[in-house]
């Protein structure tokens, strides 16, 4: 059984940070495919940054330049470090762990 587990949402005015985390454990293998994904009320989910085994990262355009994700092998956790938040980043955020299993995602709120 894998168990993951999102942190660090929360309501933040435009223009602000939040840095979101995400553990995973259980049956895991430290090093494997994670990612971050988003749904915003009446949306589809949509990837938001992936970052593979190897430590090469992929982003939305949406977010390019502005959130970057990062990892600690040690800890089998990943990072979503998000800047410069616009209103329409406002979702429920979700982990992925190795392409299956789904933590059960935090909210982020951004105020105009």
């Known amino acids: 059984q894998v168990q993951v587990v999102e942190s660090g949402g929360g309501l933040v005015q435009a223009g602000g940070s939040l840095r979101l985390s995400c553990a995973a454990s259980?049956?895991?293998?430290?090093?494997?495919?994670m990612g971050w994904y988003r749904q915003a009320p009446g949306k589809q989910r949509e990837m938001v940054a992936t970052?593979?085994?190897?430590?090469?990262?992929n982003y939305a355009d949406s977010v390019k330049g502005r959130f970057t994700i990062s990892r600690d092998n040690a800890k089998s956790t990943v990072y979503l470090q998000m800047n410069a938040l616009k209103p329409e980043d406002t979702a429920v955020y979700y982990c992925?762990?190795?392409?299956?299993?789904w933590g059960q995602g935090t909210q982020v709120t951004v105020s105009s």
């Open positions: 992925n762990y190795k392409f299956v299993f």
């Open positions: 970052i593979s085994s190897g430590g090469s990262t």
């Open positions: 259980g049956n895991i293998v430290s090093i494997a495919p």
